[in-house]
C-alpha cells in the first residue's frame, strides 16, 4: 500500500510538478480557449452569410431567379454537404497535411480548419433561427420599402438571434471539446502538451485524467454561463 | 393614381384572382369587403406585390410596378401597409419602430425621425410610448403604432389588410377613430375590412369581392341600401 502511494505521487509530480510542467497544462488551455474563439468567430461569420444565401434563395419570388444567387447557393450546399459528410479528424488532416503541408503556423491551419466546419453546423443552426422569425416581420419591413438585405440585418437577424443563441451555446462547447482534435496537426493546444508529457516521462495516465478535468470543469463553467444568458434573454422576453 | 388590369394571381394551380380591373383615384377612400376565401387580401397585397401577380398590371402613378425593371423597394416607400397582426418590431422601441424606416431609407435625419416619431404619436394618441416596446402595449395601441410607422414615411396611399379583425371588440373603435381622421385628411385609402359601419361612414366606394373577381361596386349609400348581386344580398344578410 505504502508503495502504492510513493508511486502515485512520484507520477503526479512527474505529471505536473517536475520541471514546473503545470505551467505547460495551462499555456495549452490558454491556446484551446484562443482556437475555440476564434474558430467560432470564424464559424459564426461564415454560417451567417451561408445561412442567408440559402435563405434569399429560397424567398426568391416564384418565376424570378438571380443566377448569381442561384450559383451561390450551390456553392453553400456543396460546402455543408461536403463538411457535415466526412469526420472533423479527417478534415484537419487533409487541412494540416494535404493542403497546408508546408504551413509552420499550425495553430492558423487548426483555426481554419476548425472554423470552416464549425460554419456548416453554425449555417444550418442559423438558418432554422432566420425561418423561425415570423413571415409578418419581413413583410413589414418589405411594405416600408427596406430592401431584403436591409430587412434581414436590421428587422430579421436580430430577432432570429435570441433563438439560435441556445444552440449557438451549444456548438461553443462542442467546439471547445473538439479542439483537441488539432493536436493531431500538431497545433500546440492541451492534448498535445499531455501528449508531450506522457512521452518524455512515459506515464499517460495523469496526463490524460489531469486534461479531462480541466475539460470537465471548463464545460460546467460553460453550461452554467449559458444557462444564465437563456434565463436573461426570456427574462427581456417579458419586457 | 392606381390603375390595375385584368389582375390574376394562382397559389399552386389555385387561382385566387381571375383578372381584376379597377381604378382607384387620388383621394378616394375604397372598402373592400367580401366572404373569407374571396381573395380581397391578396387582392390588396398584390397592390404592393408582397404578393406577385401571376397575370395582368398595376400601374402606380403613371409606374408599371409589376415591370421587374422598375425598384418595387422605391414605390413601397410611398405606399404604406397595416397588417391584421400589426407586424410591429418586437426587439425595437415603439420610436425605433417608426423611425427604422425613413433613417435607413436616408429620407430623413435621425433627429428629422425623432421628430416625426414624437408628432405621429401625438397624432395617433400615444405621445407616452415613445420608449415602450410592443409587447408592453394593447392591441389597438399596436396597431395604432403600427399606422403611425407606415405613416412616417409620408405615403400617397394608405392600405389596410384587415386592421381591426386581431382586436379585441373594445379596441376596434380607438382604430378606427384614427383612419377616420386620417381619410378626413385626405389620405388616399384602401382598406379590407369586415366593419360594415367603417365602410358606410368612411368608404367613398365600396367594392364586394367575391370568388376572385369584383362582384359589385357602388357609393356606400346605393351599395348597402340596394345590392344588386345575389351573393352579396346573402352576404349583407348574414353579416348586417
Known amino acids: ?81 461536403v463538411i457535415r459528410g466526412t469526420p472533423m479528424l479527417v478534415q484537419l488532416l487533409i487541412w494540416g497535411f494535404v493542403i497546408f503541408k508546408t504551413s509552420r ?9 476548425l ?27 418589405r411594405s416600408l420599402g427596406l430592401g431584403y438585405l436591409h430587412t434581414m440585418i436590421y428587422i430579421v437577424i436580430p430577432q432570429a438571434f435570441k433563438n439560435i443563441l441556445p444552440a449557438l451555446g451549444n456548438e461553443f462547447i462542442v467546439l471547445f471539446k473538439d479542439t483537441s482534435l488539432v493536436s493531431s496537426i500538431g497545433a500546440a493546444e492541451i492534448l498535445y502538451y499531455a501528449e508531450a508529457v506522457g512521452a518524455k516521462t512515459y506515464e499517460y495516465m495523469f496526463p490524460y485524467i489531469g486534461i479531462a478535468v480541466m475539460y470537465l470543469l471548463f464545460c460546467i463553467l460553460f453550461t452554467w454561463l449559458q444557462g444564465k444568458l437563456e434565463r436573461r434573454l426570456r427574462q427581456s422576453d417579458r419586457h | 393614381m392606381i390603375d390595375i388590369k385584368g389582375l390574376e394571381k394562382a397559389f399552386e394551380g389555385h387561382q385566387v384572382l381571375k383578372g381584376i380591373n379597377e381604378h382607384i383615384e387620388k383621394g378616394e377612400k375604397v372598402a373592400v369587403i367580401g366572404p373569407s376565401g374571396s381573395g380581397k387580401s ?3 397585397r398584390c397592390l404592393n406585390l408582397l404578393e406577385q401577380p401571376t397575370g395582368g398590371t398595376i400601374t402606380f402613378e403613371g409606374v408599371d410596378i409589376t415591370d421587374p425593371k422598375n425598384d418595387i423597394n422605391r414605390l413601397r416607400a410611398r405606399m404604406g401597409m397595416v397588417f391584421q397582426q400589426f ?16 433613417v435607413k431609407l436616408k429620407l430623413m435625419t435621425k433627429s428629422e425621425a425623432d421628430q416625426k416619431a414624437l ?3 401625438e397624432r395617433v394618441g400615444l405621445p407616452d410610448k415613445a420608449d415602450a416596446y410592443p409587447k408592453q402595449l394593447s392591441g389597438g395601441q399596436q ?3 403600427a399606422i403611425a410607422r407606415a405613416l412616417a414615411m409620408n405615403p400617397d396611399v394608405m392600405l389596410f389588410d384587415e386592421p381591426t379583425s386581431a382586436l379585441d371588440p373594445e379596441m376596434v373603435g380607438e382604430v378606427l377613430e384614427i383612419m377616420k381622421e386620417l381619410a378626413d385628411d385626405g389620405m388616399t385609402m384602401v382598406v379590407v375590412t369586415h366593419e360594415m359601419g367603417f365602410a358606410r361612414s368612411v368608404a367613398t366606394r365600396v367594392l364586394f369581392m367575391d370568388e376572385g373577381v369584383i362582384a359589385e361596386q357602388n357609393t356606400p349609400e346605393e351599395f348597402f341600401a340596394h345590392p344588386q348581386n345575389p351573393r352579396l344580398k346573402e352576404f349583407l344578410s348574414k353579416v348586417l
Open chain 1, 1 to 81: 500500500m505504502e508503495k502504492f502511494w510513493a508511486d502515485f505521487v512520484e507520477k503526479f509530480n512527474m505529471a505536473f510538478i517536475t520541471g514546473d510542467r503545470w505551467k505547460l497544462y495551462l499555456q495549452g488551455m490558454g491556446t484551446t480557449l484562443e482556437l475555440t474563439v476564434t474558430a467560432l468567430v470564424i464559424g459564426v461569420f461564415l454560417g451567417i452569410v451561408v445561412a442567408v444565401v440559402r435563405v434569399a434563395h429560397d424567398q426568391q419570388n416564384p418565376g424570378k431567379h438571380n443566377p448569381a444567387l442561384g450559383i451561390a447557393n450551390a456553392i453553400c450546399k456543396l460546402y455543408t454537404t
Open chain 1, 105 to 113: 503556423n499550425r495553430f492558423l491551419v487548426g483555426m481554419l480548419g
Open chain 1, 115 to 141: 472554423g470552416i466546419n464549425s460554419g456548416a453546423y453554425v449555417a444550418e443552426i442559423v438558418r432554422g433561427g432566420l425561418m423561425s422569425v415570423d413571415a409578418g416581420q419581413s413583410e413589414a419591413g
Open chain 2, 42 to 44: 391578396t387582392f390588396l
Open chain 2, 87 to 102: 407586424n410591429l418590431f418586437p426587439h425595437l422601441s415603439v420610436r425605433e419602430n417608426i423611425k427604422l424606416a425613413p
Open chain 2, 119 to 121: 408628432e405621429l404619436l
Open chain 2, 143 to 145: 396597431q395604432r403604432i
